[in-house]
Nanobody, 126 residues
């Protein structure tokens, strides 16, 4: 099985920055995609940023429209870790941020399975 562990959430003032990390562990064979979604109270979960073909030399990234130009996603393939750098944070960025992974492990390979982290709270407020 696979576990996703997030870190880096917290309280920040508008205009500030935070960096989230998500480390995947377990009997991982390959990572097809890793990224971040968020869910604010009363709203649906939405894509923030995701890296697909994550194990390839030239992965692709997809950034949500509401965070383009402010958030960037990166990965450390050797550590099976993905990072979300959040700059120029706004109050509307307040949400629980969930790490997502589409991963093949020893029990599923060559098929992949979806996994979610437990979520980390990001609050943007003065």
């Amino acid at each position: 099985q696979v576990q996703l562990v997030e870190s880096g959430g917290g309280l920040v003032q508008p205009g500030g920055s935070l960096r989230l990390s998500c480390a995947a562990s377990g009997s991982i064979v390959s990572v097809s995609a890793m990224g971040w979604y968020r869910q604010a109270p009363g709203k649906e979960r939405e894509l923030v940023a995701i890296i697909t073909r994550a194990d390839d030399a030239n992965p692709t990234t997809d950034i949500g429209d509401s965070v383009k130009g402010r958030f960037t996603i990166s990965r450390d393939t050797a550590k099976n870790t993905v990072y979300l750098q959040m700059n120029s944070l706004k109050p509307e960025d307040t949400a629980v941020y969930y790490c997502f992974g589409n991963v093949a492990h020893r029990g599923s390979w060559p098929s992949t399975e979806n996994y979610w982290g437990q979520g980390t709270q990001v609050t943007v407020s003065s």
